[in-house]
């Protein structure tokens, strides 16, 4: 029997849906708990490939909501992007897997999309500067895109295409509320619900030809559903979808400072620095190709072989900054 029999008995999915599928090429942009919650149900459902981008490696805090990764993981300090793989391919042998263990920036998500060349291009984002760069890059190059987002426990899911309104059309400039990880948290049901909305937006996709130009909220505290219709939300004034420009792409300077959620600081360093012995006082308590997790005083580092080095339980920017040029001069 076929394996993918359930879903092809029902009549609208069908065989022909089955193949659309199985010709499809879907880029998972972000495999924290929304991306690997797209990836294990399309990998299931027989998608032919998926390329996977993410820069993270797998960590305790990670495990309550993403469910393609395991305590092994944070163990051996793996890249998700290859620990996924590794999980999804015991889960169908058939679907091409291609992970990318890079950082999305403006100065290379085009070149990469280039690259690909996806069908369709899926959020499993945690934070919004990257959307909006995908907004515009998906725009300049028309690929359609799937936006989903979760914060807390509210959940928003709505398809981009050059026939409907683009991020930009609908919100102009990041949500303030949105940015707010530490704050607001996230709960489980609410980014498998997202998930799942994504690939429920692909699948209507598959079977309409079009998407549903919809956008679907939900909030799993209150118990509120809506869904509405989008298509009046497209300005023909919009920067992006309407005047083609693309701002957020052409600004192509990296932060070199940055607070992530968990009040963690960011820096960048030569990625030089990753092969260079350390200071004494520097202790290294693990390593792998990618990564290496330091212990400076009572301070947590881990520096990643492109030279992003997180700094953790250090109380400002400027105690931060300070401690770097310390030991990395
Ligand atoms: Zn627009």
């Known amino acids: 029997m076929d394996r993918y029999d359930r879903q092809i008995k029902f009549p609208p999915f069908g065989r022909e849906g089955q193949q659309k599928l199985q010709n499809l090429h879907a880029f998972i942009m972000g495999v924290g708990a929304l991306g690997s919650g797209i990836a294990e149900q399309l990998v299931r459902s027989g998608i032919k490939k998926i390329t996977i981008v993410d820069k993270d490696i797998v960590s305790l805090t ?99 295409d050059k026939d409907g309104p683009c991020l930009n059309c609908v919100m102009p400039d990041v949500p303030e509320t949105m940015e707010s990880c530490d704050v607001y948290g996230v709960l489980p049901p609410a980014v498998h619900l997202t998930s799942s909305l994504v690939v429920s937006e692909l699948f209507y996709y598959l079977m309409h030809g079009t998407f549903s130009y919809k ?34 792409l052409a600004h192509r300077e990296l932060d070199q400072l940055r607070l992530l959620c968990g009040g963690v600081y960011q820096i960048r360093l030569n990625p030089d620095y990753f092969e260079k012995p350390l200071q004494e006082d520097v202790h290294t308590l693990l390593k792998n190709p990618f990564i290496k997790r330091l212990k400076y005083k009572t301070y947590d580092m881990t520096l990643y072989q492109d030279g992003r080095l997180l700094i953790y339980n250090v109380d400002d920017s400027k105690n931060a900054q300070n401690m770097v040029s310390q030991l990395f001069n």
């Open 62 to 160: 990670n495990l309550h909501r993403q469910s393609g990764y395991t305590e092994a993981d944070v163990e051996t300090m793996m890249p998700k992007v290859f620990a996924l793989k590794q999980h999804l391919s015991a889960m169908n042998h058939e679907v091409e897997i291609e992970p990318l263990n890079e950082e999305i920036t403006a100065r290379n998500i085009v070149g990469i999309l280039e690259e690909v060349k996806p069908d369709i291009v899926l959020d499993g984002l945690d934070q919004f500067e990257t959307r909006y760069l995908m907004n515009e890059a998906t725009r300049q190059l028309n690929i359609p895109y799937i936006y989903g987002a979760v914060i807390g426990s509210q959940v928003s899911v709505f398809p981009i």
């Open 215 to 248: 956008m679907v909220t939900m909030d799993i505290y209150k118990g509120t559903m809506r869904s509405t219709s989008i298509k009046a939300l497209k300005e023909e004034d919009c920067e992006v979808c309407g005047h083609h420009n693309y701002p957020r």
